[in-house]
């Protein structure tokens, strides 16, 4: 069993059910810790029957012992993640300084990022990104842009704050009253509310990448939590219909402030089929009956935004792109007990454009692609109780067989529901999860 850092992260288009499989490994862990994306992750834990959905707050908080960590590469909305702490602090969820740290240096998304987002989508019109309208897009470009972002450190920095926020806003307020006729922002109010904000988050403020690079050297185990999922990364998937961070593996040395070495084993997320939100390409898509079926089934709306989820078969084309891309050790299958109730499923193995089969997986051309199926037989049994590989029906068993084959690598765990519990234990080399 290995006892190295993890990294979970998703092998599709994001709620591959991460948030599950990071709040068993954080049993295990010293540290959990988020190094992509903001507010736009919607990760549901379900902790003795009561369903827990966290967007900042790390999903190490269930586990007293953890400290939980919001990463330099996070965006972070103030009121959102205060909220998010109430909440969870009214439902019995020990949440503060003494267990959670949020980087100085991470960026924070302000309201000009949620107007710019909201009015950004609504000028695309059909050409839309189908973002989740949390700011994410413009606050990055704001941290790329460097003279007119924010970052948490700054929150505590009274007048020094106050500068910069009217100095953003004079500048914001011409480009939105040119652009979207909107209505100018009022610079000092916003200083005030964000200003409190920061006296509120000061006890949680600290130097992540220390903290947590010290924690590497004293052998403590870190897990690292991804948000969205790889083909949703602004580099490595389906550009420009992304989002704006990176989030394979890839990302977590920066957005963390650890070194490359210290990412340890990496875990890939798959839902044994596959969904996506917003805009832009999904060959296996199955706008139909099908699709119908796993949305009812799975309960495939946004965590985040109330969404419908678009369903379809699962793609292990793109899936084995994200394994190789992340360096992949071994895959968590998820959601498996949604396909049950199909008489045939398909496996999308392949592309082709034309008669032509494509090589390699490129997230640029996907527009053109058609997908190549395998059919595989499904099975009728709710497999929601089974304990064991053995528990599951022979159907269940030739797809996950399937799965690992196609992506090449082992199939650690299958998880049959949303509980603790519902968890089939494989071919794990990931202590925590064997
Ligand atoms: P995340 O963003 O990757 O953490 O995933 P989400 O929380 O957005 O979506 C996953 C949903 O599936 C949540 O409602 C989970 O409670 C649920 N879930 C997780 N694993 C399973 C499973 O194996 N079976 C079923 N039926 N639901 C699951
Ligand atoms: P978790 O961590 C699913 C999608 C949005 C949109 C695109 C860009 O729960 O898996 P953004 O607001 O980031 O600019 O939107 O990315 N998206 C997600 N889809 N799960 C997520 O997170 C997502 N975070 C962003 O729907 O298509
Ligand atoms: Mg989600």
Redesign the pocket.
Known sequence: MSEANVCVM?LQ???EG?GKVVDALAEVSQYVVRYC?GA????TVVVGGEKFALHLIPCGVFRPEVINVVGNGVVFDPPVGLEEIDGLRSRGVDVGGQNLRISTAAHVVMPWHKAADTHSEQALGGRK????A?G??PCYADKANRSTAIRVGDLTCGESLREKVRLICDGKNKVFAALYGAEPLDADAIADEYAAYGQRLAPMIANTGAVLRRAVAAGDRVLFEG???SM?DVDHGTFP????SSVSACGVPAGAGVPPRAVGTVVGLLKAYTTR????PFPTEQDNDTGAYLRDRGKEYG??TGRPRRCGWLDLFAARYAAELSGTDEVALALLDVLTGLDELKLCTGYRVGDEIVEDFDPMQLGASEPVYETLPGWSDEIGDCQTFADLPGEAKAYVDRVEAVLDRPVGVISVGPDREQTIVHHTNVRGLG
Do not use: E
């Open positions: 998703g288009w994001g709620d991460k994306g736009n992750a919607g990760h990104i189908g973002t989740t949390r994410i897009g948000g969205q999922g949703l219909f992304v989002t704006s939100v917003g805009a832009g965590t985040t």
